[in-house]
Structure formats: structure tokens, C-alpha cells
């Protein structure tokens, strides 16, 4: 498959220097991707580990495995820990962090001790919010809906309400740093339209995370200083109106979803473009379509409150709002795949999981359409449909790209190959079990099976066995994948510069690189995803 | 049999509403989704990499695909809006003349009351063909009233009123689910929506204790809170006269002019010097802290019988002298 | 491209004597009564010195249109927060009418 | 290149312009997180203003406008002063910067200590176990008498108070974070530091005292000038 005689530069980012200290104190962002990477990884099965009692106590319609008040510490432990700690640093602060100097041919982000400071923070905010959940536990769910929070819960909403205030500097530190480091830092030659579709995915998630992420930064403080002192704004006993807090809330934590997914689709385009050694179908179009999703998606954040008691006139703009949302995330998918026709379809790993992605992503946006009709969304909202739509955006799309784009740079970063056979077999797995843990919940949700329920009535059993049976599938899945590429570091095959072969600017230097990048600043003729001839051999290696 | 069905039961007139709308999403999803996928298939075995030599060469993208792509999908989601929100439409406006019931949230419990006065907990007897329209509040956080076999939810909020409404169509026991999250035993805080032919029905009304229906509990509450030294029945009061009040449109002082309706009764209730009626002092006190919830929804229930002398438990069909405007649910004191 | 030299102290003085008697116009316009105006009035005062703020002291008139671009899509960005927030809470008195 | 150029620039820069420019889009990128941030408590206060008009103007009234309209005068003068410190810097004069961000910290440290004195008049009376009349502080000791509220409305004169001890509380957050990071930017240009080619620091602290000056320029209106007429 690849040239044998492959072996390891000498000096690389990886081997330059050693000991914690190089560490704890690097500020190369390559360094720092791994940093978060760690971090990232043991969090996210940390939040798996909760899903799993979650699916065992649901087994059985009366929940005799756990208690209620544990059932509720779970799932709100569980989507904290995903949505905040997991999510929303995915791909942005791993692979974003490693490859977007060298995508775009620099030398480090544009503000590398800030980097390595989103990372401490990123950990403090951790350190608080899992204190949170073992001295006394959460319960308010990760939605923190007032008053609820503010004044009914009798656990730790301060210490949560605080980690995650921190944590979201993180995110606004990294998206800061991108956002600068796309604007000033490109490669001579490297214009707009030559950046990868990755880069453009990356700059339009920044613009929601420095946009979004500081109002949900005040609202959970208020909801903090609420808490401990008497400011009344979301406590209807002080005349203060709780809905208020869900659209302040929402104001974020609808856009952050596309903080999640944005990056995924820019993996995407990348793993679509590669596998099928063809130019993508309407870079422009896709390019576009990234900004289009960050700028409307802060228009639409209502349509989770269209029965918390908004105006009908209120649900109604924001319903049409939220259908003009769908239309560049149509355009991508349309976009992926007809970058397949007349291709050269390769069935590599990476590939399968993007295949994996166009269908649940398919699934998950249209599925968004029932939610954003009036109609049918007070029917099936707070429903196991809404558990179902957005795990098929946030495991279905996110996690399938995030995984997918770890494999397609995994030699990259690491300079080892990962073993194929393993690799496809855990994608196929991990297919297999999302679907059959999930579909089922839509039936469930569109039955009536309320979220957040403990126990539930008999006769929605069959589905919730069914998911529960399809998440050990799912929890196989991602497994493998730890053991495997834990191996691949010390065994796995020498992987040559370029071992795809891509182009863009990352193949171009050794894998793995050396901590400055390049030996000397690259300078850019081509256009974009040029896979008209056979990308040319790494140049600057 | 380990089968399970695909629709809950459909046991209301908007149930079959909010179904056809389903189904006509459910269509254009599978559609979509079914056409992505095997064109993905066939794309991928089509074309797949034959050689490691092989480069396929350039395809540009073409202009006329993505106008395609992009208007046909924005023309189904029009119709989608369109629909969706006539739908959503005749969810808010509750017909005139429905069965008030009153149903107020408490963790872990719904306690509804009946325009005769029964009281129910976790549990509400309703005919079979008779709009029954639900005032909904809370005494401590957000719940939501959902009951899958109607298709409707409304979140029930403190300090406010909501309104629902539903018609049942087929006798038959119906969940009633909280579906928000209102904390330790949410998922307990369950019932039944027990719906009766109409004969059945007014056996049920008749078993049990003779019941105070909510006007008369309201009217006792009135004198027992002095109301009534102000608001008297003559129109010599201090007090604006409260007959025939509910549902006519007041003039303020000011020039502005406010529909009294719950929301409206509520916050003078609560807050007298917010609308001073033209012509009077604002010299009523606050009874804020001083009537529950549910004393509120009976004094309420007591002014609007006011309004009302055939009754509001069977008002004669047509008796309502021309449509009255309903009000959106979620009118509350946060309106000027 | 070193812009800080643009701006002649003069200017800056000159910039904050009219931030000044701007303030000393807010406090007199309130005192007024414009009717329902005087929000209006009041925010429009501040807008102008906001605007100068930015545009003199923090240099922005000198800036790359980049900059201009950022500071831009913030208040873009917080007309949307307020906005469209407030399109619930002005709406919720308004009756349903159909038929 | 001169060598405190050679000094200034970090490795994975090209040159001075484009890290000054790196760092200056990158503080305006950051205050635009700040707007939003604050812009969190304003979208609060449009609703709450909206609903609860009356009890916004009680609140209001019982601010003294005076102290405000000072303090306004304080924080624009401190602005003034902190761009004459950039223009300092831009034009070499050592001495001058350091004058300059002295005068800016003493006025920023005279708008904290005219907000210390309100701050005093609003929470004392709610100190100790005696009567607590006139305090402002929401919470169960709040005095809506003192205004001349009762009832609901007096719940919404504490909303109001929240608002104003949350919007000021967080502009005096902001800059008694602000005042440290001026006395090392002084203490900086002592040293020094600075070349009109390359002084971003002073800049980049500029902008944001520019920017914490611009909040307050819509507080004062907004907190202290409600209904006078």
C-alpha cells in the first residue's frame, strides 16, 4: 500500500525535547493538540461510562437499578460532561489545534502561550465541574432550566455553574486564537479560496465560540449569583421570569451544537475529497455554507422553548428561521456526495466513517426539520425523539467525523499507521450500534416516552431494550479504536510523510513534524484539493 | 407478541392534525435519506478505486445542481412552515365555550380541578366530544402538562398562566406525563386522562361528595377577603363593578385599554396599581403572598362566572354572542 | 502602517471636551420631557459617544477594515441577542385571530 | 532590524507588523466576547425595563445622578489620559507614558472610590440587626419604602437593583482588573520597553480601557437617568 522502506525523521516534535516539563510547559500546538487530546479522551469515557448505567437502569421499566435522585445526577452528569468537557473541545482543540498551522503553513498559532493557557483553564474548569459531580453531585440536568436550578436543587449547581463559566474561556481562547491565526498567519500564496474546507469549517466555528460562548458565560453566573445571593431575574417569586433564562441559555447552547458539528463537516469534506481523489463538488458552496450555519444559527435558538410559554408570534419567527438553517447543511451533504461520481472511491477507514457520517448526519438534520415545525415539535419536544435527533447530530455526526478525521491524521500525528482491519471492522461496529441504539428512541419519542424519566410505562420496554442492547454494541466500538491506536504508537507500521496520499500543506512535512512545522515557510501555486495528477511527493520534508 | 406500534394512540381532533403533518415529514425525510444513502452505495461500488495509479481527473462543480439543490428542499421546508404553523394555530386557540378545567403543577403531582368543582389528583375524567380547555400554573418550578395520545404539551410556569386545549374523540385511559424536568421523582409525577362517553361522564361528576365548584369557592374566598366591601354588585363600589366584566375590553387611565381576561384579573389581584381602571383610586392593597395559586384560579373562576349567568359548566352552543378573540397562552404579568 | 500617529493630541482633547459636554447634555436631555422619546433621546447621546470612543480614541477610523468588520458583527451580534429576545416579550400580549 | 525589535518579536512571527496586527485583531476579537458578555445583562435589562417601567424609575431616582454624572466625567478624562498615553507611546516619550497611565490609574481609582461611596449608602443600612431602612441590597432586607413601593412593585425595584449593583459590579470588576495590568504597563515603559515601532502593549490595554469607558457611557443613561423628567 505504502513505501515499506518508510522510516521516522530524526528529530520531530514529538522526540525534540523530554520530560513533563516539556510538557506541562510547551507552547508548540502540536503539543498542546495532544495535551487536549488526553484530557478529551478520558472525559469522553468518563460521560460513557454514565451513558452505560443510564442504558442498564433502563432496561427494566422501573428503573429498580439506581435510584431516581442517582438516575438524574447521571444523565445530567453525562450530558455535562460530553457537551462541555467532551464536545465542544473535540475536534476544534485536537485536530483544529494540530493542523490548522500546518494546513495553513505557519509555524505555530498566532498566540501560542494562550493556547497552552486554554488548556489550564480547559483543565481547572474540569477539576471544578468534576468536584461538582462527586461532592454532592448535579441534578439540575445540563439545560440548569430556573428555578429549578436556582432555587429547588439541592446539590452542587455553584461549583458546576462555576467549572463550566471557566471551561467556556477555554473554547472562547481557542476560537480567539484560530480566528487570528487564519486572518494573519496564511502561507504566501495561500488565498481564501485555497484554504482547506477543514480551515473554513474551523473559522466559522471560532466566529460562534467568541460570539455565543460569552453569553452563556453571564448567564451562568447569574444563575450563580442567584444561587448564593438574591438577584431575582429568573426566579418568578422575585418577579423575576424563568423563560428568560431559557433564552439566554439557548442563545448559546443552540449555536454551540454547531460548535460541535461545524469541525466534523470540515473533516468531512476533507476524508470525501481524499477517498475519492476528486476536487469537492462546490467548494464554494461548501465553504459558504460554513459561514451560512454559524451566522444563522444564531437566529433559531427558540425553537426549543416553542412550548415553555413564548409568544405564538415569537415561535413563529423563529420556526421560519430555523428551516433556513437546514439549507446549507443540505448543500453540504448534496455537495459530499456528488464529490463521489466519477471518483476514485477508496474504502479506507477514514472513508467509511465519512460515509457513516453523510447518513446519520442525513438522518439527524432531517429529523431537525420535525422539531422545527410547530406542529409536531410540541408533540415530540422533551420527548426521546429530541435524545434521538440530537445524538444522531452530536455520536452520528460529530463523533463519527471526530473519529473518522483522528484516523485520516492518526499517522500524521503520531508518524505510526494504525492497523486497518481493526480500524474498519470497529467503524462498521460502532455504525451498526449507533443506529440500533438510536433508532428506536424516535419511535419511543414520537409514543410519548418522555427524557429524564427514571422508570417508565411497561409497554415502551421492547425499544428501550433494543437501545440499550445497540449502546454495549456502540461502547465495543469506540473501544477498539483505544486499544488499537494505543498499540499503533509503539507498533504500528512507519508512516511515510504523505501515506494517503492528500495534498494540502500538512503532507507536505514529515509525520510526524518537526515542532516548527516546516524547515522553511511554504509557499503556495496550487489551487485547492488539486487531484488531478498524483499529489506531489513531500516536498518539504 | 414483542411488535410495538409506530403512533401512539390517537384519541383527539388534533391528534390527527399533528399525524398528517408527521406523515408528510416522514415522506420527505425517507425520501431524502433513502436517496442519499443508495446514491452514496452506488457511487462508492460504482466508482471505486480500481488501481493505486488510478486519477480520475476534474469535475467542476455546476451551478445549475446547487440552485437545484438549494431552492427544491427550501420550497418542501416552506410548506413545512406553513402547515406546521396552522397547526400550532389552532393548538393555542382553544374554542369558545370549552370546559375550563384548572390544573396546577406541584412536584411531584397535577391537582385539576373541574368547572363543577371536583377535584382530581394525577387524574382527570373528561367527555368524549367536548373541548376541554386547561389553565395551567405551577406552585414551584417548570413542568409540563404532555399527554401523547392529544398530541399536546404545554409547560406549565410559575407565576403565570398557560392555556391548552384538547378534544377527545374516542373513550379510552390516556397517559399523562410531566415532560419537563422538575427534579427527584419526575418521572412519577404521571397520571391518567380517564376520557367517558358524556353519559358516563355526568354519572362520574355525580359520584363523591357534593363538590364546590371553583366560582363558588371563588365567591366564598371574596367575601372572606373582604373584596367585596370594594367590588360590590351595585355600581357604587370604590371598586370597578366586576359583573359582566371577564372577556370585555376595559378602559385605563391613560387612554390604554386592556381585555380582562386571566392574566389580566391575576395581576390586578396582585398587583393593583399596575392597570388602574378609568375612574377610580389606586387604592386597592396587593394580595400578593396572600392567595395560593389555586385560590386565585377560583377567584378568577368566580368573576368570570360573573360574566356568565347561564352558566359556564354547559353554555347553550352559539350562546356566546359573537366571537371573542382568544387570548395566546402565556400572557402573564411581564406585559406592560 | 504604524497608525497611532494619525491622531494629533489636539484631537484628543478635542474629542474629550465633546464627550464631556455630551455627558452634560444626557443629564439635560432627561430632564425634559421628549414623551416617549426620551429613551431614545438618551441612547442616541450615548450611541455618539460611543461611536466617537471608538472611532478616535480607540483609532478605528485608522483601522484595517477587518477591524471595522469585527467591531461590526459584535453589535450585529448583540442586536440579535436584544432583538430578537424582545420579539417574544413584545408579542406575548397579542391575541390569536384567525378565521 | 533593531535589537529591541530583534527582542520583541516571537519565533513564529514574520515580522513586527504582523504580530502587531496578530495582537491587535486579537484584542478586538476579545472585546467583542466582552461586549457579548456584557451584552448578556443588557438583553436582562431591556426586558425588565420593558416590563417593569415604573419600578425602574423609582429605582433610578433614588441614584444619585450627581455621583454618576461625575463619575462619567472621571472615567472619559481616564480615557482621554490612557490615549495620550498611546500617543506618548507612539511618539517615544517615555516620561510621558508613565505620566499618562499614572493619571489614568488615579482616575480610574477615583470612579472606584465614588462607587465604593454608593455601594456604602445602598448596602450599610442592611448590615447589622436594626432597622434597615434605605437598604438597596435585594434580598429579604430590602426596603421598598424607601422608594415608596409596595408589593409587586417593590419586587420589581429589586430586580432593578440587581441589574444595577450586576452591570456596575461587573464594569468595576473589569477594571480593578484593569488598573494592575496598567501600573506593569507603566512599569514597562519606565524600563523602557517601548518603541514608537512596536509599543502593542500599551496599545492593546488602551482598547481595553477605551472599551470598559464605552460600557459605562451607556450605564450611566441607562442606570442612573430613568423618567427624571
Known amino acids: 500500500m505504502t513505501t515499506p522502506e518508510a522510516a521516522l525523521p530524526k528529530t520531530h516534535y514529538l522526540n525534540a525535547d523530554y520530560g513533563w516539563k516539556s510538557w506541562l510547559f510547551t507552547t508548540d500546538h502540536k503539543r498542546i493538540a495532544i495535551l487536549y487530546l488526553v484530557s478529551i479522551t478520558f472525559m469522553f469515557f468518563l460521560g460513557g461510562a454514565y451513558a452505560v448505567v443510564i442504558r442498564l437502569n433502563l432496561l427494566e421499566p422501573t428503573g429498580s437499578l439506581v435510584s431516581a435522585e442517582t438516575y438524574n445526577k447521571l444523565f445530567t452528569a453525562h450530558g455535562v460532561i460530553m457537551i462541555f468537557f467532551f464536545l465542544i473541545p473535540s475536534i476544534p482543540a485536537t485536530l483544529g489545534n494540530f493542523l490548522i498551522p500546518l494546513m495553513i503553513g505557519a509555524k505555530d498559532l498566532a498566540f501560542p502561550r494562550l493556547n497552552l493557557l486554554s488548556w489550564y483553564v480547559y483543565i481547572v474548569g474540569a477539576v471544578f465541574t468534576l468536584y461538582a459531580l462527586v461532592a454532592g453531585g448535579l441534578d439540575t440536568g445540563w439545560t440548569f432550566y430556573t428555578p429549578y436550578s436556582t432555587v429547588f436543587a439541592n446539590t452542587n449547581v455553584i461549583a458546576a455553574g462555576v467549572g463550566i463559566f471557566i471551561a467556556g474561556f477555554s473554547s472562547i481562547l481557542t476560537g480567539l486564537n484560530f480566528i487570528v491565526t487564519i486572518h494573519k498567519m496564511r502561507a504566501p500564496g495561500l488565498t481564501w479560496f485555497r484554504l482547506p474546507l477543514f480551515v473554513w469549517a474551523h473559522y466559522a466555528t471560532s466566529i460562534i465560540q467568541v460570539l455565543g460562548t460569552p453569553v452563556i458565560a453571564i448567564t451562568l453566573l447569574l444563575v450563580t449569583l442567584e444561587r448564593a445571593f438574591h438577584f431575582g431575574f429568573f426566579d418568578p417569586n422575585r418577579g423575576g421570569d424563568p423563560v428568560l433564562f431559557q433564552h439566554l441559555f439557548w442563545f448559546y447552547s443552540h449555536p454551540a451544537v454547531y460548535i460541535m458539528i461545524l469541525p466534523s463537516m470540515g473533516v468531512i469534506s476533507e476524508l470525501v475529497t481524499c477517498f475519492s481523489r476528486k476536487r469537492v463538488f462546490g467548494y464554494n458552496f461548501i465553504a459558504m455554507s460554513s459561514l451560512a450555519i454559524a451566522g444563522l444559527g444564531f437566529l433559531v435558538w427558540a425553537h426549543h422553548m416553542f412550548v415553555a410559554g413564548i409568544s405564538v408570534y415569537a415561535a413563529m419567527i423563529f420556526s421560519a428561521l430555523s428551516f433556513l438553517v437546514a439549507i446549507p447543511s443540505a448543500i453540504k451533504v448534496f455537495n459530499w456526495t456528488a464529490t463521489l461520481f466519477r471518483g476514485s472511491v477508496s474504502w479506507q477507514t477514514p472513508m467509511l466513517y465519512a460515509f457513516g457520517f453523510i447518513g446519520l448526519f442525513t438522518i439527524g438534520g432531517l429529523t431537525g426539520l420535525f422539531l422545527a415545525t410547530l406542529g409536531i415539535d410540541v408533540h415530540v419536544t422533551d420527548t426521546y425523539f429530541v435524545i434521538a435527533h440530537f445524538h444522531y447530530i452530536m455520536v452520528g455526526g460529530a463523533i463519527m467525523g471526530y473519529l473518522g478525521g483522528l484516523h485520516f491524521w492518526w499517522p500524521k500525528m503520531t508518524g505510526r499507521l494504525y492497523p486497518e482491519w481493526w480500524a474498519r471492522v470497529s467503524a462498521v461496529v460502532v455504525f451498526l450500534g449507533f443506529n440500533l441504539t438510536f433508532l428506536p428512541q424516535f419511535i419511543l419519542g414520537y409514543l410519548g416516552m418522555p427524557r429524564r424519566y427514571h422508570a417508565y410505562p411497561p409497554e415502551f420496554q421492547v425499544l428501550n431494550v433494543m437501545s440499550s442492547a445497540g449502546a454495549s454494541i456502540l461502547g465495543v466500538g469506540y473501544l477498539i479504536p483505544m486499544v488499537y491506536l494505543a498499540w499503533s504508537m509503539r507498533y504500528g507500521k512507519v508512516a511515510p510523510a504523505n501515506p494517503w496520499p492528500a495534498t494540502g500543506l500538512e503532507w507536505q512535512t514529515t509525520s510526524p513534524p518537526p515542532t516548527e512545522n516546516f524547515p522553511r515557510t511554504p509557499v503556495v501555486h496550487e489551487e485547492v484539493y488539486d487531484y488531478s495528477a498524483p499529489p506531489k511527493e513531500a516536498a518539504l520534508v | ?336 | 502602517m504604524s497608525r497611532s500617529h494619525v491622531v494629533s493630541w489636539p484631537s484628543y482633547l478635542g474629542v474629550f471636551l465633546i464627550l464631556a459636554a455630551l455627558t452634560a447634555a444626557t443629564v439635560w436631555a432627561a430632564g425634559q420631557d421628549f414623551g416617549s422619546f426620551n429613551t431614545l433621546v438618551a441612547l442616541t447621546i450615548a450611541v455618539v459617544k460611543a461611536t466617537l470612543v471608538v472611532l478616535y480614541f480607540m483609532h478605528l477610523r485608522y483601522s484595517p477594515r477587518l477591524t471595522i468588520l469585527v467591531v461590526f458583527t459584535g453589535f450585529v451580534w448583540l442586536a440579535i441577542l436584544i432583538l430578537l429576545t424582545m420579539s417574544d416579550y413584545l408579542s406575548r400580549g397579542w391575541s390569536i385571530v384567525t378565521r | 532590524m533593531s535589537e529591541a525589535q530583534a527582542g520583541a518579536l516571537a519565533h513564529h512571527f514574520a515580522d513586527l507588523e504582523q504580530q502587531r496586527e496578530a495582537s491587535a485583531l486579537g484584542m478586538w476579537v476579545f472585546l467583542v466576547t466582552e461586549l457579548l458578555f456584557f451584552g448578556g445583562l443588557f438583553g436582562i435589562y431591556c426586558v425588565y425595563r420593558h416590563s417593569y417601567y415604573e419600578a425602574f424609575s423609582a429605582g433610578s431616582h433614588h441614584l444619585s445622578w450627581r455621583l454618576g454624572f461625575i463619575n462619567t466625567l472621571v472615567l472619559i478624562g481616564s480615557s482621554f489620559t490612557m490615549a495620550m498615553a498611546v500617543y506618548s507611546a507612539a511618539t517615544g516619550r517615555r516620561a510621558r507614558i508613565v505620566l499618562f497611565l499614572v493619571l489614568t490609574i488615579l482616575l480610574g481609582s477615583t470612579f472606584l472610590g465614588v462607587k465604593v461611596v454608593e455601594y456604602a449608602e445602598k448596602i450599610g443600612p442592611c448590615l447589622g440587626d436594626g432597622p434597615h431602612t434605605g437598604c438597596l441590597l435585594p434580598g429579604p432586607r430590602f426596603d421598598g419604602e424607601v422608594l415608596h413601593l409596595e408589593g409587586e412593585r417593590a419586587r420589581e425595584a429589586q430586580i432593578y437593583f440587581s441589574l444595577y449593583f450586576g452591570m456596575t459590579g461587573l464594569h468595576a470588576t473589569h477594571m480593578i482588573i484593569g488598573i494592575p495590568i496598567l501600573a506593569i504597563i507603566a512599569r514597562m515603559a519606565y524600563r523602557g520597553r517601548f518603541r514608537p515601532e512596536w509599543h502593542t502593549p500599551v496599545e492593546l490595554v488602551g482598547l481595553y480601557w477605551h472599551f470598559v469607558d464605552i460600557v459605562w457611557i451607556f450605564l450611566f443613561p441607562l442606570l442612573y437617568l430613568i423618567g427624571h423628567h
Open chain 2, 1 to 336: 407478541m414483542t411488535g410495538f406500534p409506530l403512533f401512539p394512540e390517537r384519541a383527539s381532533t388534533l391528534a390527527t392534525e399533528v399525524d398528517a403533518l408527521y406523515l408528510y415529514l416522514v415522506v420527505v425525510s425517507v425520501f431524502f435519506s433513502v436517496g442519499i444513502a443508495l446514491t452514496l452505495i452506488v457511487f462508492a461500488i460504482r466508482f471505486r478505486r480500481r488501481s493505486e495509479t488510478e486519477w480520475p481527473g476534474e469535475i467542476e462543480g455546476s451551478m445549475t445542481l446547487e440552485l437545484t439543490w438549494t431552492i427544491i428542499p427550501f420550497l418542501l421546508t416552506v410548506v413545512m412552515f406553513v402547515w406546521g404553523a396552522q397547526v400550532f394555530f389552532h393548538m393555542n386557540r382553544p374554542p369558545d365555550g370549552a370546559m375550563a378545567v384548572n390544573v396546577v403543577g406541584k412536584r411531584w403531582m397535577w391537582k385539576l380541578q373541574h368547572p363543577t368543582g371536583q377535584r382530581e389528583i394525577n387524574e382527570l375524567h373528561v367527555p368524549v366530544g367536548r373541548p376541554v380547555k386547561l389553565t395551567l400554573t405551577s406552585e414551584d418550578v417548570i413542568h409540563s402538562f404532555f399527554v401523547p395520545a392529544f398530541r399536546i404539551k404545554k409547560d406549565a410556569v410559575p407565576g403565570r398562566y398557560s392555556v391548552a386545549w384538547f378534544e377527545a374523540t374516542k373513550p379510552g385511559t390516556y397517559h399523562l406525563f410531566c415532560s419537563e424536568y422538575c427534579g427527584t421523582e419526575h418521572s412519577k409525577m404521571v397520571g391518567r386522562i380517564v376520557v367517558l362517553e358524556p353519559a358516563e361522564y355526568q354519572t362520574w361528576l355525580a359520584g363523591g361528595p357534593a363538590p364546590v365548584s371553583p366560582a363558588a369557592a371563588g365567591e366564598k374566598l371574596f367575601t372572606e377577603l373582604n373584596c367585596v366591601t370594594c367590588h360590590r354588585a351595585d355600581s357604587g363600589g370604590r371598586g370597578p363593578l366586576l359583573h359582566g366584566l371577564f372577556g370585555k375590553t376595559v378602559q385605563l387611565q391613560g387612554g390604554e385599554t386592556v381585555v380582562a381576561d386571566e392574566a389580566y384579573i391575576r395581576e390586578s389581584i396582585l398587583n393593583p396599581a399596575a392597570k388602574i381602571t378609568a375612574g377610580y383610586q389606586p387604592i386597592m392593597p396587593t394580595y400578593l403572598g396572600q392567595v395560593s395559586e389555586e385560590s386565585l384560579l377560583q377567584l378568577i373562576a368566580y368573576i368570570r362566572s360573573l360574566s356568565a349567568p347561564s352558566g359556564e359548566v354547559a353554555p347553550p352552543p352559539g350562546a356566546a354572542g359573537g366571537p371573542t378573540p382568544s387570548k395566546a397562552a402565556g400572557r402573564d404579568r411581564l406585559n406592560p
